[in-house]
């Protein structure tokens, strides 16, 4: 399943982000993938779509980054899914 994970840098923000995937990755356990990911042009946001068929695993993840990033994680599908999914109601 895919997921929309909104990161909202706390102060100072990216420069900790930044600082500690350089030095230890996304930290992310098995099972949990990254897919893409998108930063606004004012460094306070990031927008990663990720991949798991375990929920559970996002907790893993963000007890390592919920000192400098607030999370909000979102479950989505690709928009083929949704207009296959919509169709029979059209």
Known sequence: MLYM?????KTPGAKDVYRRSKE???MMPEGLTY???WVDLEFTLCFQLMET????L????????????EFEII????????????????
Do not use: C, H, N
């Open 5 to 9: 994970v909104y990161e909202r840098f």
């Open 75 to 90: 479950p989505v599908r690709t928009s083929a899914e949704a207009m296959a999914a919509i169709a029979p109601t059209l």
């Open 58 to 69: 996002f907790s893993q993840w963000t007890d390592q980054w919920k000192d400098i990033v």
């Open 24 to 26: 230890k990755g996304r």
């Open 53 to 56: 068929e375990d929920f559970t």
């Open 35 to 37: 897919v893409s990911s």
